[in-house]
């Protein structure tokens, strides 16, 4: 059974940074893409970041560009984001996602599994 284990939420000031973990288990193999997703109430989930089972095969939506960087550790079944210049419009919950297979994730619908997520603030 596959699972996905967000943690690293909490509050930060503007401009401030922030990490993000997913931990996943219950895959066979490495050949699986993993996304970050964020939504706020009242709107849909969106498309943050995705990286593919080769970790330099990358996506961002332009909203985060130059500011997050997304990795993972195929070895240790991990993924993370790096949240730099954080700023209020950055505030929602943060779902990891995944899907098998090499293709990256661009949409909520290429998802087979989420995590239950993680709430991030930037306040002041």
């Known amino acids: 059974q596959v699972q996905l284990v967000e943690s690293g939420g909490g509050l930060v000031q503007p401009g401030g940074s922030l990490t993000l973990s997913c931990a996943a288990s219950?895959?066979?193999?490495?050949?699986?893409?993993m996304a970050w997703f964020r939504q706020t109430p009242g709107q849909e989930r969106e498309l943050v970041a995705s990286?593919?089972?080769?970790?330099?095969?990358?996506h961002y939506v332009d909203s985060v560009k130059g500011r997050f960087t997304v990795s993972r550790d195929n070895a240790k079944a991990t993924m993370s984001l790096q949240m730099n210049r954080l700023n209020p419009q950055d505030t929602a919950v943060y779902y990891c996602?995944?899907?098998?297979?090499?293709?990256?994730?661009?949409?909520?619908?290429?998802?087979?599994?989420w995590g239950q997520g993680t709430q991030v603030t930037v306040s002041s």
């Open positions: 219950g895959f066979a193999s490495y050949d699986y893409a």
């Open positions: 996602a995944a899907r098998r297979g090499i293709i990256l994730i661009n949409r909520n619908r290429d998802v087979n599994y």
């Open positions: 990286i593919s089972w080769i970790p330099n095969n990358v």
